[in-house]
């Protein structure tokens, strides 16, 4: 799914970083980070150029390390294209705003953060997410994330159900993400049904309308890797 092309460290807050690009799509670049909480201040922003929000000012710790963390792996992405700016944060719905020609979306489980990115003429949509595998929380949230059709599939794959739901609930997270530009509403995980998963690999399909170029059927492939105990998942296409 994702080729490491580097891997450093910024310790003691971001004490492994790896950056790279999708194996299917070369051209999408991703940069990822594990992060130290007891390693995070205020301060950092400032020292690694990224703006804090006047929204996080009053956000506990935790928040304010997975946000630099995340425009961290931002800036590498800009940085590699040689883009000047920042990807800034949404007035009203708070989604990241990316530099015209760049089309990226973040993602934070954890102590992980990692952001994907194209530079494009042309619009993209692009989603990804990370998340810790929990077997309780899977157990408890599995009926809202997948319907009995879709959990019937998932029983014939081999390996753990659980985890096998939760790449459905960050797949559906990619998808919204990679969706929001055009649906700019919320929309729950009942919007779309896992429809295949191969090795590495996932379509979903869409079952409502949910905007004039996403009508009820249109499929999404994405890509997958679990590297335990984090999932990660990405969508990414022109549109």
């Known amino acids: 799914m994702l080729q490491t092309l580097s891997q450093s460290t910024l310790p003691p807050f971001l004490p492994q970083i790896a950056e790279g690009r999708v194996i299917t799509q070369p051209h999408v670049r991703f940069c990822s980070a594990t992060f130290s909480r007891e390693g995070y201040s205020d301060a950092l922003f400032s020292q690694l150029g ?7 000012h009053s956000a506990v710790e935790k928040r304010r390390a997975e946000y630099l963390a995340g425009r961290w792996c931002c800036h ?6 040689g883009v000047a700016g920042d990807v800034t944060r949404g007035l009203e719905d708070r989604a990241p ?3 015209a020609g760049i ?3 973040i993602s934070h489980a954890d102590n992980r953060a990692i ?3 194209v530079y494009a003429d042309k619009p993209w949509r692009i989603g990804i997410d990370v998340e810790r595998f929990n077997p309780k929380v899977m157990q408890d949230i599995a009926s809202e994330i997948v319907d009995d059709k879709e959990l019937a599939c ?3 794959r081999p390996g753990d159900l659980l985890l096998s739901v939760l790449l459905a609930f960050s797949a559906k997270e990619s998808l919204y993400k990679a969706l929001w530009p055009e649906v700019r509403a919320f929309f729950g995980f009942d919007a779309a049904a896992l429809v295949a998963i191969k090795a590495g690999i996932f379509t979903l399909s869409l079952r409502r309308a949910l905007a004039p170029r996403l009508p009820a059927g249109l499929c999404f492939n994405g890509v997958w890797r679990y ?3 984090f999932i990660t998942t990405l969508i990414c296409a022109p549109l």
């Open 50 to 56: 990224i703006m804090l929000p006047q929204s996080l």
């Open 103 to 105: 089309y990226g979306s």
């Open 115 to 117: 952001a994907a990115a």
């Open 76 to 81: 590498r992405l800009l940085a590699v294209q």
């Open 154 to 156: 998932l029983r014939q």
């Open 97 to 99: 705003r990316w530099p």
């Open 227 to 229: 590297n335990a105990p």
